[in-house]
């Protein structure tokens, strides 16, 4: 995790993206392609037996391990998984289960209830490469195959045929799920096995990257986090709004909701109409937003899919909408809307529609004693000690805060120093050097620093135009849904990047109302595939001696 606030959005160490997943092809380890799978699918079958579910004893094939189980253990699997009714996630969780309290010494364990085992640590194989949870597939086919033919000769319904046709296919999806989710711990153990034999893995760039990225996905998969985004009721409820003010956009769509964390999106989504919502996550979170989803009735609607959007298999080809929250500090840190961009190139149909639909980042300089003290002169004396080497690089590091006071703080109306068009922009213009200007609005004895902040805008069409001046509470005023992270409008878990400059060796100049300063803001990642970001500012104030140009980390 970064050392950013607690309630912030998290990032942990050099987290980095992996919008081009280039570093997969000529990774010998990536077993992410279909093959690799394959392969596993196949040795299993032809080589591995099934082992008992109460003994150590191996079968050929399940059907004779089952037969086995029912003889000698008085246990029928496919009896108990018909009268609990288990789909095939149900079903993993019951062997798992059974697996679980006999390895604890329970040989009768109790399956009266599908409620024993409902719980999402039943999907991790408890054997390593469980032939029989390969073999599932199979086996439940039958059993569907069994009901269909009953069910088709007696009441002669297509009806019915159509429901477990149906439901066959779920269970096709959820199958294919399984395999990713099975697929992606032996990548895990198999990447770990071979680093260590290697003795390399820290020094290796790209073991350093998949450390980040899989720091990154875990930062996510805590409760904290979530908890401080669903409260944040200015983020949360702008998306409610818009998706529930705007059904029409959402009627019998088929939408896309890339990092879906707790699948609050895609149940809105869901509520306005959907047909289908997508939704994607490559954190552990996704478990339980798959029970969410399920707890709440849309287990038709909403397809909860575990994986990086760059790398998972959509049931579509395209969708007609694509919601996402994928802000961060400064808008861009994280470079999670690196992975959106390249979902909307992949995905979007020409006419869909991106929710939301624009961003502008603003910039103000700023002049507050009080906060330089705070966080310099601070470090002078703590509790009568002198930390003054705490303050080496202190002005490298952006901070994120909420600016009190800015009434007396901001000096200046804030200049938008850069308009996303999120329908059209591209990852290469998130790289960039844009220019600002600010009138001062008060005299003040010196410019402390910079402070940065984005408004969002959620339009309801692709065309609708959003002006450079537009402000979220005057578009609210008008029925549109739009918000702003800055220091005028409520506090969002986003706050504000404060940019202090440094005066060590330059005093800053007193400055008057009505100068004029003028400047650059440049945003950096802090290397390619970095998710951190480096945020630089230049300025000259008009006629004045006063000026400079300066690098900050945001991490
Ligand atoms: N939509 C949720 C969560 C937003 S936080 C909400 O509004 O509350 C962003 C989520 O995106 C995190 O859960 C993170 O794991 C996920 N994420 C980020 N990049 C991703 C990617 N490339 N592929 C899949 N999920 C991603």
Redo the contacts with the bound molecule.
């Keep these: 995790m970064s050392a950013l606030p607690e309630s912030s959005r998290a990032l942990p160490e050099d987290a980095h993206s992996d919008s081009d997943s280039g570093s997969s092809t000529s990774d010998p380890l990536d077993l992410s392609k279909d093959e690799g799978w394959e392969d596993v699918e196949q040795d299993e079958e032809e080589s591995q037996p099934i082992v008992s579910l109460f003994s150590d004893k191996v079968f050929p094939d399940a059907r004779s391990m089952l037969n086995d189980c029912k003889e000698n253990f008085n246990f029928d699997l496919l009896k108990v998984q018909k009268e609990l009714g288990l789909d095939f996630l149900g079903t993993i969780r019951l062997v798992n289960y059974i697996r679980s309290e006999v390895k604890a010494g329970n040989t009768t364990p109790d399956v009266s209830s599908a409620s024993l085992f409902d719980d999402a640590k039943y999907l991790r194989p408890l054997l390593e490469d469980d032939a029989l949870l390969y073999s599932l597939d199979d086996l439940t086919e039958e059993v569907v195959g069994d009901g269909k033919g009953k069910q088709a000769e007696t009441a002669g319904s297509t009806t019915r045929i159509r429901e477990l046709e149906e439901e066959l296919e779920r269970m096709r999806g959820d199958f294919e799920e399984y395999k990713t989710i099975v697929k992606r711990s032996l990548d895990k153990e198999l990447s770990n096995t071979a680093a260590s034999a290697s003795g390399k893995s820290e020094a290796s760039a790209s073991g350093k990257f998949h450390e980040a990225e899989s720091g990154y ?1 875990t930062s ?1 998969s805590y409760n904290a986090i ?1 908890e401080s ?2 409260k944040d009721s200015v983020r ?1 409820d702008a ?1 409610r709004d818009f998706i529930y003010d705007n059904k029409s956009l959402f009627k019998d769509k088929v939408v896309l ?6 699948g ?2 895609s149940m809105f989504c869901a509520k306005a109409g959907a047909k289908m919502v997508i939704a ?4 552990d ?1 996704i478990d339980r937003a798959r029970e969410i989803v399920y707890d709440n009735g849309f287990g038709d609607v909403i397809k909860c899919i575990r ?4 790398e998972v298999q959509l049931p579509v080809p395209q969708v007609d909408v694509i919601v ?3 802000m961060g500090y400064c808008l861009l840190f994280e470079a ?1 809307f690196d ?1 959106v961009i390249w979902a909307r190139d992949r995905y979007l149909a020409p006419d869909g529609l991106m929710v939301p639909s624009h961003a502008t980042l603003q910039i103000a300089p700023l002049a507050d004693p009080d906060l330089v003290d705070s966080h310099i002169s601070f470090w002078n004396s703590v509790y009568g000690f002198k930390m003054s080497s705490m303050l080496l690089n202190i002005y490298d590091e952006a901070l994120v805060r909420c600016i009190p006071k800015p009434e007396e703080t901001i000096v200046a109306k804030a200049s938008p120093f850069l308009q996303l068009p999120l329908h059209t922009i591209t990852v290469e213009e998130l790289t960039f050097i844009k220019e600002f200007e600010v009138t001062l609005n008060a005299d003040i004895d010196a410019l402390d620093g910079w402070v940065v902040w984005f408004d969002m805008f959620f339009m309801p069409s692709r065309t609708s135009k959003v002006s450079e001046n537009a402000v979220p509470a005057d578009m609210r005023k008008e029925g549109l849904v739009a918000f702003s992270t800055g220091p005028f409008d409520t506090e969002t878990h986003w706050q504000q990047g404060v940019f202090l400059i440094n005066r060590e060796k330059k005093a800053g100049l007193p400055l008057k109302k009505g100068q004029v300063i003028k400047g650059h803001v440049e945003y950096r990642k802090k290397d390619e595939k970095s998710r951190l970001l480096d945020i630089g500012i230049d300025w000259d104030v008009e006629g004045v001696e006063e000026g400079g140009r300066q690098e900050w980390s945001l991490q």
């Design positions: 996905f996510y979530h985004m669903l949360t998306y909701d890339v990092g879906c964390g707790t609050i999106l994607v996550d490559n954190s979170i994986g990086k959007i760059e996402s929250e994928w999670m992975s």
